[in-house]
C-alpha cells in the first residue's frame, strides 16, 4: 500500500530536511533523499559519514540487499569491484530463516549516476547503473522476495557490523504509517503477505543455505559438476554462481539446457536476481545456441521436423523386418538412432558394435547392431538426397565450425541446467564453448530425473570433473507429504555413472502439504479434473497439469476449457503470474515448479518385448518422479484405468 500524494509530498520535506544538513553536492543531496524517503514505507538506510572506498549508502527492504555508490562521471570498474568485495563481506553470513544465510552474491551493486553521465551499457561493469531520476526501478513490485521482519532482522545485523555510517528514517503521517504497517507488519498472516505481492515469497534471492552459499562463491580450476535430488536448490545455486562469476569477469555469460521452454523462465528469474547482469547473460537452449551461432557464420542447416521424421520412416520401412524380429517397434529403433547413434557421435559401425548402450533394454550381438546400422545409414542418405539435416547435426556442425574458428569473444561463465538430459553430442559442443578454465563450465542436473532415453558418462564427453563434483542433499522445495509420495518412486543415478543420492536419502525442511489421489475410467476424468480444480485453494497461475505424451496434454486442455477452466500451454511459460493454469507434458515441466500440480497419467499399452517393458518402466519412474516433484504444497495425482 503506497502513501497518499498528500503524505508523500510531507515525508519528501522530511528526507529532504535531512540530507540537505549533512551533504552538500546537489547529485548526492537528490539520490540520498529519494532513497531516505522510501523509510517511510518500512526501508532500512544506512548513510556513510566516515572516509570514501566503501558504499555510499546501504538499503535495506523486502526487494532485497543494495550497496549504492552516488557519482558523476559514472565510476570505473575498478572502484566498484572494491566497493563490491567490501559490501559481500559485511553482508556475508547473517542469519536467515531455517538456519540459512545472506549468500555474497545476494548484495546488489548500484552506481547512481547524474543524468548528463553517460554511464554506458549495463554490461559495461558489475553494478547496476541507475540515473538519478529512475530510482523507482528499486523498488518494483515484482521484485518483493522478503517480509518486513526479514528485512528489518537484516539492517539490525549490519548495523552491528558498520562503522563510519548513520541509520536514517523519516516517518508517514500517523494515519499513513498505521495504513501501512496493516501492510507490511509480520503480525499479519504470511498467507496475506503472499496474497498482497501476488505470488510467494522467494527468500532464496537473498538467503542460501550454508552448503548452497559455499558452491555459489566456490572457486573451481576447471569444469565442475552440481548434483542432488529435485528441489535441493541447483537451479538456485547456478544463478548465484552466475552472478558471482559475472562480477568477477567481463565477458557475456551464457545459460543453457536441452529443454527449449526452461530458458526464459531462469533468464525472467535472473533479471529480477541480477538487473546489473541482465544484459550480458544469454539464456536460451543448445540447439538455438547452435542455429545462431552457424547462422552468424553463414551457414544454414534446414532442420524441418516433419521432413526429417519422413526421412527416416522411408529408412524404416527398408529395413524393418530383421529389427521387427528382434521385438521392439519402430519407437525404439528411432531412439536407438537418434539417442544412441547420433546422440553420441558414432560415426563407424566398429565403434557402434563396441560402445555400452546404457539404459537400453534389448541386448545386440554384433550381428544385430549391423542390422541397425544399415538402418541408420539409410536415413542418413535420404536426409543427403533432400538436402536435409537432424538437429543433432545443427550440433556436430556447430561443434566443427568452433574447432575450425573459436568465438571473437568467449563466455565468461556457461551454466548447463538439467545436463542429464543433453545427448554427448550436445556435452561436447558445451566443452568446446566453455573450454576447460576456471570456473568456465558448470554442469547442473540429477540423473534420476532424467526423462529421455538412454545414457551417458561425462567422461565419454571427455569433461574432467574430477574433485570438482558436488551434492547438495537437502529438499528446500516440496514439502514432507509431497516428498514422501515423490519418495516412493525409486530412480537413482549419478551423472557420471556412480551411486547418486536418491530423493528417499533427501532431507525435508517443509512441514504439511497435501496429497491426492484419484484412480477412475476414462469417462470418469472430466467430471474428477473439473472437480480437483474448482476445490483448489491455490490461483490457476502457480498451478501447472502434468502429463507424460502430447496427446494426454492436448485432451486435458480440452477438457478444461470445457469445464471453463482457462489454460495456457506450458511450453509457453516464462515465469510471470498469470490467471490461467499451465497444461503440458513432463519433458515440459523439467525444471520447473509450482504450488500446486495436478498429474494425469493415462493408459498407454505396454510394449510386447520383455527387454522394452523393463526400459520403457524406468522410463516411467523418472519420468513419474519430475511430475511429482514440480509440486510445492499440494499435488493432485490422478491415474486413469482403461
Avoid at 7 to 32: C, G, H, K, S, Y
Avoid at 310 to 325: N, V
Avoid at 383 to 406: K, M, T, V
Wanted: hydrophobic share 40%; with cysteine; proline share 5%.
Amino acid at each position: 500500500m503506497g502513501l497518499s500524494t498528500h503524505a508523500r509530498r510531507q515525508v519528501q520535506r522530511q528526507a529532504t530536511r535531512l540530507i540537505a544538513e549533512r551533504f552538500r553536492d546537489p547529485l548526492r543531496r537528490n539520490a540520498l533523499a529519494g532513497l531516505l524517503e522510501r523509510t517511510a514505507e518500512g526501508w532500512h538506510l544506512a548513510v556513510r559519514t566516515g572516509a570514501p572506498g566503501t558504499a555510499d549508502a546501504f538499503l535495506i527492504g523486502r526487494a532485497g540487499v543494495f550497496a549504492v555508490v552516488v557519482t558523476d562521471p559514472a565510476p570505473d570498474e575498478a572502484t566498484m569491484r572494491e566497493v563490491a568485495r567490501d559490501a559481500e563481506e559485511r553482508f556475508a553470513g547473517l542469519p536467515g530463516p531455517g538456519g540459512q544465510r545472506i549468500a555474497r552474491s545476494a548484495v546488489t551493486l548500484v552506481a547512481i549516476v547524474g543524468a548528463d553521465s553517460s554511464p554506458g551499457p549495463r554490461n559495461a561493469g558489475p553494478f547496476w547503473s541507475l540515473p538519478a531520476a529512475k530510482l523507482d526501478q528499486l523498488f518494483r513490485r515484482d521484485t518483493v522476495h522478503l517480509t518486513a521482519r526479514q528485512a528489518a532482522k537484516i539492517a539490525d545485523g549490519l548495523a552491528a557490523r558498520l562503522r563510519g555510517y548513520e541509520w536514517l528514517t523519516v516517518s508517514a503521517p500517523e494515519k499513513e504509517a498505521g495504513s501501512f504497517e496493516l501492510l507490511s507488519a509480520e503480525s499479519v498472516a504470511d498467507e496475506q503477505l503472499i496474497a498482497a505481492v501476488e505470488r510467494p515469497f522467494e527468500t532464496w534471492m537473498t538467503f542460501l543455505h550454508p552448503d548452497q552459499a559455499a558452491l555459489a562463491a566456490r572457486n573451481y580450476s576447471g569444469p565442475a559438476r552440481i548434483s542432488g535430488p529435485a528441489g535441493t536448490g541447483k537451479t538456485v545455486v547456478a544463478l548465484h554462481r552466475m552472478r558471482h562469476v559475472g562480477r568477477r569477469s567481463t565477458g557475456p555469460l551464457l545459460f543453457t539446457t536441452f529443454v527449449r521452454t526452461l530458458p526464459p523462465v531462469n533468464e525472467t528469474t535472473f533479471r529480477r536476481l541480477a538487473p546489473e547482469l541482465a544484459d550480458r547473460a544469454q539464456f536460451v537452449s543448445l540447439h538455438a545456441w547452435a542455429r545462431a551461432f552457424l547462422q552468424r557464420r553463414g551457414i544454414e542447416l534446414n532442420t524441418h521436423s516433419r521432413l526429417t521424421k519422413d526421412a527416416f520412416g522411408r529408412a524404416w520401412k527398408e529395413h524393418r523386418e530383421p529389427l521387427e524380429r528382434l521385438g521392439p517397434n519402430y519407437d525404439y529403433w528411432e531412439t536407438e538412432v537418434q539417442r544412441i547413434i547420433k546422440g553420441q557421435g558414432i560415426r563407424t559401425l566398429e565403434k557402434y558394435q563396441s560402445i555400452h548402450r546404457a539404459r537400453r533394454g534389448l541386448r545386440l550381438d554384433r550381428g544385430q547392431r549391423e542390422k541397425v546400422w544399415q538402418l541408420y545409414t539409410a536415413y542418413e542418405e535420404n536426409l543427403a538426397a533432400n538436402g536435409l539435416h537432424d538437429f543433432h547435426d545443427l550440433l556436430s556442425r556447430a561443434s566443427i565450425e568452433l574447432e575450425r574458428q573459436p568465438l571473437e569473444e568467449p563466455y565468461a561463465s556457461v551454466v548447463v541446467d538439467e545436463a542429464q538430459d543433453m545427448t554427448l553430442t550436445g556435452l561436447r559442443l558445451l566443452r568446446t564453448i566453455a573450454g576447460d578454465g576456471p570456473n568456465q563450465l558448470l554442469l547442473v542436473g540429477d540423473g534420476q530425473q532424467q526423462v529421455y532415453p538412454g545414457g551417458w558418462r561425462l567422461s565419454d564427453a571427455g569433461i574432467p570433473i574430477q574433485g570438482r563434483g558436488e551434492v547438495l542433499k537437502v529438499n528446500y522445495r516440496n514439502r514432507a507429504s509431497i516428498l514422501d509420495f515423490a519418495r516412493r518412486i525409486n530412480a537413482v543415478d549419478d551423472l557420471d555413472g556412480a551411486a547418486g543420492v536418491a530423493l528417499r536419502d533427501a532431507d525435508s525442511v517443509n512441514e504439511g502439504g497435501v496429497v491426492q489421489s484419484w484412480t477412475g475410467t476414462p469417462a470418469e476424468l472430466p467430471d474428477a479434473l473439473a472437480a480437483a480444480v474448482r476445490a483448489l485453494e491455490i490461483p490457476l497461475g502457480e498451478t501447472a497439469l502434468i502429463t507424460f505424451s502430447n496427446a494426454d496434454a492436448d485432451q486435458c486442455r480440452r477438457l478444461l476449457e470445457s469445464a471453463g477452466v482457462p489454460t495456457r500451454a506450458l511450453e509457453r511459460y516464462v515465469g510471470a503470474a498469470e490467471d490461467r493454469l499451465h497444461v503440458g507434458t513432463v519433458h515440459r515441466a523439467k525444471g520447473l515448479d509450482f504450488r500446486a500440480v495436478l498429474v494425469v497419467q493415462l493408459p498407454r499399452p505396454a510394449p510386447e518385448d520383455p527387454a522394452e517393458q523393463e526400459e520403457q518402466h524406468e522410463l516411467r519412474s523418472r519420468q513419474r518422479l519430475v511430475a511429482a516433484t514440480r509440486a510445492r504444497d499440494f499435488l493432485w495425482w490422478g491415474a486413469v484405468q482403461s
